[in-house]
Protein backbone atom coordinates (compact mmCIF):
# COMPACT_ATOMS: atom_id res chain seq x y z
CA UNK A 1 0.00 0.00 0.00
CA UNK A 2 2.87 2.07 0.65
CA UNK A 3 3.55 2.49 -2.85
CA UNK A 4 0.14 3.55 -3.70
CA UNK A 5 -0.06 7.46 -4.00
CA UNK A 6 -3.65 9.62 -4.67
CA UNK A 7 -3.38 12.75 -6.01
CA UNK A 8 -5.47 15.75 -4.84
CA UNK A 9 -6.24 18.71 -6.59
CA UNK A 10 -7.29 21.39 -4.19
CA UNK A 11 -8.55 24.68 -5.97
CA UNK A 12 -8.74 27.62 -3.54
CA UNK A 13 -9.22 31.24 -3.40
CA UNK A 14 -5.44 32.06 -3.13
CA UNK A 15 -3.71 29.23 -4.65
CA UNK A 16 -4.39 25.71 -6.93
CA UNK A 17 -1.99 23.22 -5.13
CA UNK A 18 -1.45 19.63 -6.69
CA UNK A 19 -0.78 17.19 -3.59
CA UNK A 20 0.39 13.76 -3.49
CA UNK A 21 -0.44 11.77 -0.19
CA UNK A 22 0.43 7.93 1.03
CA UNK A 23 -2.49 5.63 2.25
CA UNK A 24 -1.21 6.87 5.23
CA UNK A 25 -2.14 10.13 4.84
CA UNK A 26 1.21 11.42 4.61
CA UNK A 27 2.22 14.36 1.84
CA UNK A 28 4.91 12.88 -0.30
CA UNK A 29 4.66 15.44 -2.41
CA UNK A 30 3.30 18.97 -3.58
CA UNK A 31 3.83 21.94 -6.09
CA UNK A 32 1.82 25.05 -5.41
CA UNK A 33 0.59 28.06 -8.21
CA UNK A 34 -0.59 31.66 -6.64
CA UNK A 35 -4.12 33.02 -8.25
CA UNK A 36 -5.05 36.70 -7.69
CA UNK A 37 -8.05 35.75 -5.70
CA UNK A 38 -10.42 38.02 -8.55
CA UNK A 39 -10.55 40.97 -10.58
CA UNK A 40 -13.13 43.41 -10.42
CA UNK A 41 -14.23 45.56 -13.12
CA UNK A 42 -17.17 47.03 -11.37
CA UNK A 43 -17.51 47.81 -7.72
CA UNK A 44 -18.32 44.06 -5.47
CA UNK A 45 -17.43 42.35 -8.16
CA UNK A 46 -15.25 39.27 -8.21
CA UNK A 47 -14.76 37.69 -11.25
CA UNK A 48 -12.20 35.25 -12.56
CA UNK A 49 -11.21 33.46 -15.96
CA UNK A 50 -12.15 30.22 -16.17
CA UNK A 51 -9.34 29.00 -17.98
CA UNK A 52 -6.47 30.99 -15.60
CA UNK A 53 -7.89 28.15 -12.96
CA UNK A 54 -7.21 25.13 -15.45
CA UNK A 55 -4.11 26.40 -16.31
CA UNK A 56 -3.04 26.86 -12.70
CA UNK A 57 -4.30 22.79 -12.26
CA UNK A 58 -2.56 22.10 -15.55
CA UNK A 59 0.87 23.89 -14.09
CA UNK A 60 0.59 22.89 -10.47
CA UNK A 61 0.88 19.10 -11.82
CA UNK A 62 3.56 19.52 -14.22
CA UNK A 63 5.88 21.27 -11.51
CA UNK A 64 5.25 18.53 -9.44
CA UNK A 65 6.03 15.55 -11.76
CA UNK A 66 9.25 17.90 -12.40
CA UNK A 67 10.46 18.99 -8.65
CA UNK A 68 9.58 15.12 -7.81
CA UNK A 69 11.35 12.01 -8.14
CA UNK A 70 7.79 9.99 -7.91
CA UNK A 71 6.78 8.49 -11.23
CA UNK A 72 3.04 9.98 -12.38
CA UNK A 73 2.53 6.34 -13.44
CA UNK A 74 2.42 5.45 -9.35
CA UNK A 75 -0.79 7.50 -8.89
CA UNK A 76 -3.76 5.22 -8.45
CA UNK A 77 -6.31 8.02 -9.07
CA UNK A 78 -7.68 11.82 -9.17
CA UNK A 79 -9.84 13.73 -6.77
CA UNK A 80 -10.45 17.35 -6.93
CA UNK A 81 -11.42 19.62 -4.44
CA UNK A 82 -12.51 23.50 -5.06
CA UNK A 83 -13.75 26.44 -3.29
CA UNK A 84 -17.31 27.02 -3.08
CA UNK A 85 -20.14 28.88 -4.86
CA UNK A 86 -17.77 30.00 -7.87
CA UNK A 87 -20.14 29.77 -11.01
CA UNK A 88 -19.41 29.05 -14.52
CA UNK A 89 -20.96 29.24 -18.02
CA UNK A 90 -20.40 27.03 -20.79
CA UNK A 91 -21.31 27.52 -24.22
CA UNK A 92 -22.60 24.28 -26.84
CA UNK A 93 -18.70 23.52 -27.45
CA UNK A 94 -17.91 23.33 -24.02
CA UNK A 95 -15.86 27.06 -23.44
CA UNK A 96 -16.51 29.41 -21.15
CA UNK A 97 -18.72 31.95 -22.37
CA UNK A 98 -18.02 35.18 -19.30
CA UNK A 99 -15.25 35.36 -16.25
CA UNK A 100 -16.65 32.59 -13.06
CA UNK A 101 -17.82 34.48 -10.48
CA UNK A 102 -16.68 33.70 -7.50
CA UNK A 103 -18.16 33.24 -4.09
CA UNK A 104 -16.95 36.36 -2.94
CA UNK A 105 -19.04 38.76 -5.27
CA UNK A 106 -21.64 40.78 -4.20
CA UNK A 107 -23.40 41.62 -7.25
CA UNK A 108 -27.19 40.84 -6.73
CA UNK A 109 -30.64 41.48 -8.65
CA UNK A 110 -33.97 42.84 -7.51
CA UNK A 111 -35.55 41.65 -11.22
CA UNK A 112 -36.07 37.68 -10.14
CA UNK A 113 -38.02 35.14 -11.13
CA UNK A 114 -41.72 35.06 -10.32
CA UNK A 115 -42.83 32.21 -7.60
CA UNK A 116 -46.13 31.16 -7.22
CA UNK A 117 -49.04 32.16 -4.69
CA UNK A 118 -48.60 29.13 -2.82
CA UNK A 119 -45.03 29.65 -2.42
CA UNK A 120 -44.93 32.81 -1.36
CA UNK A 121 -47.69 31.96 1.12
CA UNK A 122 -45.77 29.68 2.50
CA UNK A 123 -42.86 31.37 2.95
CA UNK A 124 -44.44 34.08 4.70
CA UNK A 125 -46.41 32.07 7.45
CA UNK A 126 -43.09 30.19 7.64
CA UNK A 127 -41.11 33.48 8.48
CA UNK A 128 -38.86 32.96 5.71
CA UNK A 129 -39.80 35.71 2.86
CA UNK A 130 -37.00 37.72 3.48
CA UNK A 131 -34.22 34.79 3.56
CA UNK A 132 -35.91 33.74 -0.04
CA UNK A 133 -35.80 37.41 -1.68
CA UNK A 134 -32.37 37.13 -0.47
CA UNK A 135 -31.56 33.71 -2.13
CA UNK A 136 -33.16 34.93 -5.41
CA UNK A 137 -31.53 38.28 -5.45
CA UNK A 138 -28.03 36.34 -4.65
CA UNK A 139 -28.31 34.17 -7.45
CA UNK A 140 -25.43 34.60 -10.01
CA UNK A 141 -27.19 32.99 -12.62
CA UNK A 142 -30.31 35.50 -12.09
CA UNK A 143 -28.59 38.76 -12.21
CA UNK A 144 -26.91 36.89 -15.94
CA UNK A 145 -30.38 36.40 -17.30
CA UNK A 146 -31.90 40.30 -16.52
CA UNK A 147 -28.10 41.73 -17.15
CA UNK A 148 -26.16 39.22 -19.90
CA UNK A 149 -29.58 38.18 -21.95
CA UNK A 150 -26.80 37.12 -24.37
CA UNK A 151 -24.65 35.03 -22.27
CA UNK A 152 -28.16 33.26 -20.33
CA UNK A 153 -29.55 31.95 -23.77
CA UNK A 154 -25.96 30.54 -24.65
CA UNK A 155 -25.54 29.17 -21.80
CA UNK A 156 -25.84 25.02 -22.33
CA UNK A 157 -23.87 23.85 -19.08
CA UNK A 158 -24.14 25.46 -15.72
CA UNK A 159 -21.49 24.82 -13.48
CA UNK A 160 -19.44 25.03 -10.24
CA UNK A 161 -15.90 25.55 -10.51
CA UNK A 162 -15.42 21.94 -9.25
CA UNK A 163 -17.46 20.95 -12.20
CA UNK A 164 -15.65 22.88 -14.54
CA UNK A 165 -12.49 20.99 -13.72
CA UNK A 166 -13.93 17.34 -13.69
CA UNK A 167 -14.87 18.30 -17.03
CA UNK A 168 -12.11 19.49 -18.50
CA UNK A 169 -9.82 16.58 -16.86
CA UNK A 170 -12.38 13.44 -17.68
CA UNK A 171 -14.48 14.82 -20.69
CA UNK A 172 -18.19 14.77 -18.76
CA UNK A 173 -20.19 16.49 -16.80
CA UNK A 174 -20.27 15.23 -14.03
CA UNK A 175 -19.71 16.49 -10.10
CA UNK A 176 -19.91 15.57 -6.49
CA UNK A 177 -23.15 15.86 -4.59
CA UNK A 178 -20.34 16.87 -2.38
CA UNK A 179 -19.08 20.17 -3.83
CA UNK A 180 -22.89 21.35 -4.55
CA UNK A 181 -23.03 24.71 -2.26
CA UNK A 182 -24.45 27.20 -3.91
CA UNK A 183 -27.64 29.14 -5.21
CA UNK A 184 -28.80 25.87 -6.95
CA UNK A 185 -31.65 23.91 -7.31
CA UNK A 186 -29.79 21.31 -4.81
CA UNK A 187 -32.51 19.06 -2.42
CA UNK A 188 -29.83 19.34 0.90
CA UNK A 189 -32.06 16.88 2.70
CA UNK A 190 -32.20 14.28 -0.40
CA UNK A 191 -28.84 15.03 -1.24
CA UNK A 192 -29.86 15.59 -5.27
CA UNK A 193 -31.10 18.06 -7.73
CA UNK A 194 -34.38 19.11 -6.63
CA UNK A 195 -37.92 17.60 -7.51
CA UNK A 196 -39.43 19.14 -10.71
CA UNK A 197 -42.39 20.24 -8.24
CA UNK A 198 -39.56 22.50 -5.71
CA UNK A 199 -39.88 26.27 -5.17
CA UNK A 200 -36.53 26.38 -6.34
CA UNK A 201 -37.12 25.64 -10.11
CA UNK A 202 -38.94 28.95 -9.96
CA UNK A 203 -36.88 30.79 -7.78
CA UNK A 204 -33.91 30.28 -10.32
CA UNK A 205 -33.21 31.14 -13.91
CA UNK A 206 -31.46 27.70 -14.54
CA UNK A 207 -32.21 24.99 -17.01
CA UNK A 208 -32.16 21.62 -15.53
CA UNK A 209 -30.32 20.06 -18.45
CA UNK A 210 -27.74 22.73 -17.69
CA UNK A 211 -26.48 21.14 -15.23
CA UNK A 212 -24.17 18.41 -14.85
CA UNK A 213 -24.77 14.40 -13.40
CA UNK A 214 -24.33 14.57 -9.57
CA UNK A 215 -22.65 11.45 -7.94
CA UNK A 216 -21.50 10.68 -4.45
CA UNK A 217 -18.23 11.16 -3.09
CA UNK A 218 -16.18 8.79 -3.99
CA UNK A 219 -17.84 7.29 -6.97
CA UNK A 220 -15.45 7.11 -10.29
CA UNK A 221 -16.60 9.75 -12.21
CA UNK A 222 -14.59 8.39 -15.60
CA UNK A 223 -10.87 8.64 -16.51
CA UNK A 224 -8.56 11.64 -17.23
CA UNK A 225 -8.46 11.87 -21.34
CA UNK A 226 -5.57 12.44 -23.27
CA UNK A 227 -5.71 16.06 -23.84
CA UNK A 228 -6.10 16.54 -20.17
CA UNK A 229 -2.83 14.18 -20.12
CA UNK A 230 -0.52 16.28 -21.88
CA UNK A 231 -1.83 19.33 -20.17
CA UNK A 232 -1.45 17.82 -16.97
CA UNK A 233 1.07 14.90 -16.74
CA UNK A 234 -1.22 12.90 -15.40
CA UNK A 235 -1.26 9.32 -17.51
CA UNK A 236 -4.39 8.93 -19.48
CA UNK A 237 -7.09 6.34 -18.38
CA UNK A 238 -5.82 7.28 -14.40
CA UNK A 239 -9.27 7.27 -12.55
CA UNK A 240 -11.00 10.51 -11.82
CA UNK A 241 -12.90 10.34 -8.22
CA UNK A 242 -15.89 12.40 -6.77
CA UNK A 243 -14.61 14.21 -3.64
CA UNK A 244 -16.30 17.18 -2.22
CA UNK A 245 -16.02 21.11 -1.55
CA UNK A 246 -12.67 22.29 0.34
CA UNK A 247 -14.74 22.72 4.06
CA UNK A 248 -16.51 19.05 3.78
CA UNK A 249 -13.06 18.09 2.60
CA UNK A 250 -11.36 20.12 5.51
CA UNK A 251 -13.65 18.21 7.81
CA UNK A 252 -12.53 14.34 7.05
CA UNK A 253 -9.13 15.49 6.72
CA UNK A 254 -8.78 16.84 9.80
CA UNK A 255 -10.69 13.20 11.51
CA UNK A 256 -14.18 14.73 12.42
CA UNK A 257 -16.27 12.01 11.34
CA UNK A 258 -18.08 12.11 14.56
CA UNK A 259 -20.93 14.41 15.91
CA UNK A 260 -18.99 15.13 19.50
CA UNK A 261 -16.19 16.41 17.67
CA UNK A 262 -16.20 20.13 15.62
CA UNK A 263 -13.96 21.07 13.02
CA UNK A 264 -13.39 24.81 12.70
CA UNK A 265 -11.83 26.28 9.74
CA UNK A 266 -9.39 29.46 10.02
CA UNK A 267 -9.76 30.21 5.96
CA UNK A 268 -10.44 32.79 4.20
CA UNK A 269 -14.35 32.35 5.86
CA UNK A 270 -14.22 30.77 8.95
CA UNK A 271 -16.45 28.13 10.15
CA UNK A 272 -17.17 25.39 12.28
CA UNK A 273 -19.02 22.09 11.19
CA UNK A 274 -19.75 18.73 12.74
CA UNK A 275 -20.60 15.77 10.65
CA UNK A 276 -24.10 14.63 11.20
CA UNK A 277 -25.96 11.27 10.18
CA UNK A 278 -29.57 12.85 9.68
CA UNK A 279 -30.20 16.24 8.48
CA UNK A 280 -29.91 18.73 10.81
CA UNK A 281 -30.94 22.43 10.44
CA UNK A 282 -28.65 24.78 12.54
CA UNK A 283 -30.13 27.71 11.81
CA UNK A 284 -34.34 26.69 10.56
CA UNK A 285 -34.54 27.22 7.40
CA UNK A 286 -30.87 27.37 6.53
CA UNK A 287 -29.39 23.77 5.65
CA UNK A 288 -26.46 21.45 6.49
CA UNK A 289 -24.47 21.35 3.27
CA UNK A 290 -23.25 18.12 2.10
CA UNK A 291 -20.46 16.36 3.46
CA UNK A 292 -17.70 14.08 1.71
CA UNK A 293 -18.90 10.96 3.40
CA UNK A 294 -21.93 10.00 1.16
CA UNK A 295 -25.30 10.44 3.05
CA UNK A 296 -23.85 12.25 5.49
CA UNK A 297 -24.29 16.19 6.52
CA UNK A 298 -21.82 18.96 7.31
CA UNK A 299 -23.73 21.10 10.26
CA UNK A 300 -21.94 24.28 9.64
CA UNK A 301 -21.80 27.77 10.87
CA UNK A 302 -19.57 30.35 9.25
CA UNK A 303 -17.97 33.68 9.28
CA UNK A 304 -18.20 35.39 5.71
CA UNK A 305 -14.63 37.24 6.73
CA UNK A 306 -13.23 34.87 8.69
CA UNK A 307 -9.29 35.08 8.90
CA UNK A 308 -9.63 37.22 5.75
CA UNK A 309 -9.62 39.94 8.70
CA UNK A 310 -6.10 38.81 9.39
CA UNK A 311 -4.81 38.86 6.16
CA UNK A 312 -6.90 42.63 5.91
CA UNK A 313 -5.36 43.67 9.58
CA UNK A 314 -1.91 42.45 8.15
CA UNK A 315 -1.85 44.54 4.64
CA UNK A 316 -3.66 47.95 6.61
CA UNK A 317 -1.10 47.54 10.16
CA UNK A 318 1.25 44.64 9.73
CA UNK A 319 3.92 46.60 7.50
CA UNK A 320 6.48 46.74 10.38
CA UNK A 321 6.27 42.88 10.91
CA UNK A 322 6.14 42.20 7.51
CA UNK A 323 9.14 43.88 6.60
CA UNK A 324 10.93 43.22 9.67
CA UNK A 325 10.35 39.28 8.79
CA UNK A 326 12.07 40.25 5.34
CA UNK A 327 15.07 41.84 6.91
CA UNK A 328 15.55 39.12 9.41
CA UNK A 329 15.02 36.35 6.94
CA UNK A 330 11.92 34.87 9.57
CA UNK A 331 8.17 34.12 8.72
CA UNK A 332 5.90 36.63 9.15
CA UNK A 333 3.17 34.81 10.95
CA UNK A 334 6.15 34.42 13.77
CA UNK A 335 6.32 38.37 14.46
CA UNK A 336 2.57 38.21 14.71
CA UNK A 337 2.30 35.34 17.01
CA UNK A 338 4.68 37.56 19.62
CA UNK A 339 1.72 40.56 18.83
CA UNK A 340 -0.66 38.26 19.99
CA UNK A 341 1.35 37.31 23.25
CA UNK A 342 2.49 40.77 24.21
CA UNK A 343 -1.13 41.59 24.99
CA UNK A 344 -3.07 39.74 27.87
CA UNK A 345 -6.26 37.09 27.21
CA UNK A 346 -9.31 39.78 26.35
CA UNK A 347 -7.30 42.06 24.85
CA UNK A 348 -7.41 44.80 28.01
CA UNK A 349 -11.44 45.09 27.01
CA UNK A 350 -10.85 45.58 23.33
CA UNK A 351 -14.37 43.37 22.07
CA UNK A 352 -14.69 42.69 18.41
CA UNK A 353 -17.79 41.69 16.61
CA UNK A 354 -16.28 40.05 13.29
CA UNK A 355 -19.21 40.62 10.83
CA UNK A 356 -17.36 42.26 8.09
CA UNK A 357 -20.08 40.66 5.79
CA UNK A 358 -23.40 40.87 6.59
CA UNK A 359 -25.01 37.35 7.33
CA UNK A 360 -28.47 35.65 5.77
CA UNK A 361 -30.56 35.34 9.09
CA UNK A 362 -28.05 35.52 12.05
CA UNK A 363 -26.46 37.82 12.01
CA UNK A 364 -29.31 39.67 8.83
CA UNK A 365 -28.54 41.66 6.55
CA UNK A 366 -28.31 44.30 8.38
CA UNK A 367 -24.77 43.58 10.42
CA UNK A 368 -22.13 45.03 10.49
CA UNK A 369 -18.65 44.67 12.23
CA UNK A 370 -18.09 46.34 15.24
CA UNK A 371 -15.00 47.16 17.74
CA UNK A 372 -15.50 48.53 21.40
CA UNK A 373 -13.90 49.25 24.56
CA UNK A 374 -11.20 51.35 23.38
CA UNK A 375 -9.16 52.80 25.79
CA UNK A 376 -5.49 54.69 25.34
CA UNK A 377 -3.40 51.81 26.21
CA UNK A 378 -4.84 50.09 22.86
CA UNK A 379 -2.44 49.59 20.31
CA UNK A 380 -2.06 47.61 17.15
CA UNK A 381 -1.43 44.93 19.01
CA UNK A 382 -4.97 44.61 21.15
CA UNK A 383 -6.27 45.07 17.91
CA UNK A 384 -4.63 42.58 16.16
CA UNK A 385 -5.51 40.02 19.22
CA UNK A 386 -9.01 40.88 19.43
CA UNK A 387 -9.79 39.91 15.81
CA UNK A 388 -8.47 36.15 16.46
CA UNK A 389 -10.79 36.51 19.93
CA UNK A 390 -13.50 37.98 18.04
CA UNK A 391 -13.36 35.37 15.39
CA UNK A 392 -13.12 32.43 18.08
CA UNK A 393 -16.41 34.22 19.75
CA UNK A 394 -18.57 33.88 16.94
CA UNK A 395 -17.69 30.48 16.47
CA UNK A 396 -18.12 29.06 19.69
CA UNK A 397 -21.75 30.71 19.46
CA UNK A 398 -22.26 28.53 16.45
CA UNK A 399 -20.95 25.63 18.31
CA UNK A 400 -23.53 26.71 21.13
CA UNK A 401 -26.51 26.29 18.12
CA UNK A 402 -25.45 23.21 16.58
CA UNK A 403 -25.03 21.67 20.33
CA UNK A 404 -28.76 22.73 20.96
CA UNK A 405 -30.14 21.75 17.63
CA UNK A 406 -28.44 18.40 17.63
CA UNK A 407 -28.46 17.11 21.13
CA UNK A 408 -25.00 16.08 21.00
CA UNK A 409 -22.30 17.83 23.32
CA UNK A 410 -18.95 18.97 21.16
CA UNK A 411 -16.03 17.77 23.57
CA UNK A 412 -13.22 18.12 21.20
CA UNK A 413 -12.14 20.37 18.60
CA UNK A 414 -9.78 19.82 15.59
CA UNK A 415 -8.32 23.38 13.48
CA UNK A 416 -7.48 23.32 10.28
CA UNK A 417 -6.63 26.25 7.80
CA UNK A 418 -3.97 28.72 7.75
CA UNK A 419 -5.10 30.05 11.16
CA UNK A 420 -3.99 26.88 12.27
CA UNK A 421 -0.49 27.21 11.88
CA UNK A 422 -0.53 29.86 14.62
CA UNK A 423 0.41 28.41 18.34
CA UNK A 424 -1.14 31.76 19.91
CA UNK A 425 -4.40 31.29 17.92
CA UNK A 426 -4.72 28.03 18.68
CA UNK A 427 -4.03 28.42 22.69
CA UNK A 428 -6.57 31.74 22.62
CA UNK A 429 -9.32 29.23 20.73
CA UNK A 430 -8.83 26.62 23.41
CA UNK A 431 -9.00 28.94 26.23
CA UNK A 432 -12.42 30.61 25.11
CA UNK A 433 -13.72 27.38 23.84
CA UNK A 434 -12.60 26.10 27.26
CA UNK A 435 -11.62 22.15 25.32
CA UNK A 436 -8.38 20.46 23.85
CA UNK A 437 -7.89 22.02 20.50
CA UNK A 438 -5.78 19.88 17.94
CA UNK A 439 -4.13 20.74 14.62
CA UNK A 440 -4.50 17.88 12.03
CA UNK A 441 -1.02 16.19 11.19
CA UNK A 442 -1.14 18.23 8.32
CA UNK A 443 -2.06 21.33 6.92
CA UNK A 444 -3.44 20.55 3.99
CA UNK A 445 -6.97 19.15 5.47
CA UNK A 446 -8.60 19.80 2.58
CA UNK A 447 -6.88 17.72 0.36
CA UNK A 448 -6.17 15.23 2.51
CA UNK A 449 -9.69 14.91 2.58
CA UNK A 450 -10.24 14.49 -1.18
CA UNK A 451 -8.01 11.81 -0.65
CA UNK A 452 -9.43 9.78 1.53
CA UNK A 453 -12.79 9.85 -0.98
CA UNK A 454 -10.76 8.52 -3.53
CA UNK A 455 -8.93 5.84 -1.90
CA UNK A 456 -12.34 4.31 -0.50
CA UNK A 457 -13.40 4.79 -3.79
CA UNK A 458 -10.66 3.17 -5.09
CA UNK A 459 -11.23 -0.12 -2.80
CA UNK A 460 -8.07 0.74 -0.91
CA UNK A 461 -9.54 1.16 2.27
CA UNK A 462 -13.05 -0.93 2.66
CA UNK A 463 -14.72 2.60 4.26
CA UNK A 464 -14.67 5.50 5.26
CA UNK A 465 -14.45 4.71 8.77
CA UNK A 466 -10.99 3.10 8.39
CA UNK A 467 -9.72 5.19 5.48
CA UNK A 468 -10.19 8.41 8.18
CA UNK A 469 -8.63 6.35 11.08
CA UNK A 470 -5.54 5.04 8.86
CA UNK A 471 -4.82 8.69 7.37
CA UNK A 472 -5.72 10.78 9.44
CA UNK A 473 -3.86 11.63 13.56
CA UNK A 474 -3.87 14.89 15.82
CA UNK A 475 -0.44 16.80 15.39
CA UNK A 476 -0.09 18.50 18.30
CA UNK A 477 -3.01 19.32 20.73
CA UNK A 478 -3.49 23.18 23.07
CA UNK A 479 -5.55 22.79 26.45
CA UNK A 480 -7.51 25.58 28.21
CA UNK A 481 -5.61 27.60 30.51
CA UNK A 482 -8.07 28.08 33.93
CA UNK A 483 -7.34 31.79 34.44
CA UNK A 484 -7.60 32.34 30.91
CA UNK A 485 -10.21 30.80 29.75
CA UNK A 486 -12.40 32.22 33.20
CA UNK A 487 -12.01 35.75 31.58
CA UNK A 488 -12.92 34.86 28.14
CA UNK A 489 -16.39 32.88 29.50
CA UNK A 490 -17.38 36.20 31.09
CA UNK A 491 -16.11 37.99 28.33
CA UNK A 492 -18.32 35.83 26.21
CA UNK A 493 -21.30 35.59 28.09
CA UNK A 494 -21.44 39.37 29.53
CA UNK A 495 -20.32 41.19 26.32
CA UNK A 496 -20.05 39.32 23.35
CA UNK A 497 -23.37 37.82 23.28
CA UNK A 498 -25.12 40.80 24.27
CA UNK A 499 -23.30 43.48 21.42
CA UNK A 500 -25.74 41.90 18.53
CA UNK A 501 -28.67 42.23 19.71
CA UNK A 502 -27.98 46.00 20.90
CA UNK A 503 -26.23 47.35 17.58
CA UNK A 504 -28.10 45.80 15.53
CA UNK A 505 -31.01 49.03 15.63
CA UNK A 506 -27.98 50.91 15.18
CA UNK A 507 -26.68 49.26 12.01
CA UNK A 508 -30.21 49.40 10.66
CA UNK A 509 -30.44 53.23 11.22
CA UNK A 510 -26.66 53.09 9.63
CA UNK A 511 -28.15 51.40 6.48
CA UNK A 512 -31.18 53.67 6.62
CA UNK A 513 -28.55 56.95 6.26
CA UNK A 514 -25.80 55.32 3.97
CA UNK A 515 -28.04 53.01 1.84
CA UNK A 516 -25.01 50.35 2.61
CA UNK A 517 -25.53 47.42 2.97
CA UNK A 518 -28.39 47.26 0.67
CA UNK A 519 -31.11 45.15 2.47
CA UNK A 520 -34.05 43.62 0.38
Not at 389 to 404: D, S
Not at 498 to 514: E, G, N, S
Request: proline share 6%; hydrophobic share 40%; net charge neutral.
Amino acid sequence: MSASYILSIDNGTQSVRAILFDLHGNIVAKAQVHLEAYFSTHPGWAEHDPEDYWQAVCTACQRLWAQNAIAATSIKGVAVTTQRGTMINLDKDGKPLRPAITWLDQRRTDDVPPISAFWKLAFKLAGVAQTINYFRGEAEINWIKVNQPAIWDQTEKYLMLSGYLNYRLCGSFIDSIGSQVGYLPFDYKGLKWAGRKDWKWQALAVKPDSLPELVAPGTVMGKITAAAAVATGIPPGTPLLAAAADKACEVIGAGCMQPHIGCLSYGTTATINTTSARYLEVTPFIPPYPAAIPGAYSTEVQIFRGYWMVNWFKEQFGHHERRQAEEQGVLAEDLFDELVNAVPPGSMGLMLQPYWSPGIKVPGPEAKGAIIGFGDVHTRAHMYRAILEGLAYALREGKEKIEKRSGVKITELRISGGGSQSDAAMQLTADIFGLPTSRPHVYETSGLGAAIDAAVGLGLYPDFASAVKAMTRIGKTFYPIAEHQKTYDALYRKVYQKMYARLQPLYLDIQKITGYPRLD
